[in-house]
T-cell receptor, first 113, second 113 residues
């Protein structure tokens, strides 16, 4: 069974631009969660989607948004990029919302210059 | 909110035992997770505790005391490949937050020959 995939793996953007990251969960998994990881703040929860509905949201500004498609693939979008948005963005999938078996993808490394 | 504390770094010798402590102060609790993350890679699931006591899985064991807000991860017979960051994470008890994990900053374990 293929694991969680994220594209692109690396991305360089300039301040003010927007970016869209993609996550394909493990086949059959319907829950996708997104996290931001930085050296200073560690892993922080962004949001969770289940059956195309956002179930949970972390404490991030409205510039961070996401969605989930009917095939469970998910995208997150960051608008008006700031230098502080430079981070590793990880997504994790699980079969059902809240399952303790949560599998992480390799992440997208975003650098904002 | 949740406050999760774990040591920043620990060093141990190959073949030894290391215990990583995690303390948490939360408004609610519905499970504690341990993840391992090698540099540049995604976190991988190690253990899940929701009831008090010890869970053993090969060389790794995890303990939970809900009354004390305390957990530890025990790594036995350390190997060089165990050098990694170990992340403690707590899930809120609210059903609408089950997909949301709050992570500690991580403990970097360095295994020396």
């Amino acid at each position: 069974k293929a694991g969680v995939t994220q594209t692109p793996r690396y991305l360089i953007k300039t301040r003010g631009q927007q970016v869209t990251l993609s996550c394909s969960p493990i086949s059959g998994h319907r829950s996708v969660s997104w996290y931001q990881q930085t050296p200073g703040q560690g892993l922080q929860f962004l949001f969770e989607y289940f059956s195309e509905t956002q179930r949970n949201k972390g404490n991030f500004p409205g510039r961070f948004s996401g969605r989930q498609f009917s095939n469970s693939r998910s995208e997150m979008n960051v608008s008006t990029l700031e230098l502080g948005d430079s981070a590793l963005y990880l997504c994790a999938s699980s079969f059902i919302s809240g399952s303790y078996e949560q599998y992480f993808g390799p992440g997208t490394r975003l650098t904002v210059t | 909110g949740q406050n999760i504390d774990q040591p920043t770094e620990m060093t141990a010798t190959e073949g030894a035992i290391v215990q990583i402590n995690c303390t948490y102060q939360t408004s609610g609790f519905n499970g504690l997770f341990w993840y391992q993350q090698h540099a540049g890679e995604a976190p991988t699931f190690l253990s899940y505790n929701v009831l008090d006591g010890l869970e053993e899985k090969g060389r790794f064991s995890s303990f939970l005391s809900r009354s004390k807000g305390y957990s530890y991860l025990l790594l036995k017979e350390l190997q060089m490949k165990d050098s990694a960051s170990y992340l403690c994470a707590v899930r809120d008890e609210r059903a609408d937050s089950w997909g949301k994990l709050q992570f500690g900053a991580g403990t970097q374990v360095v295994v020396t020959p």
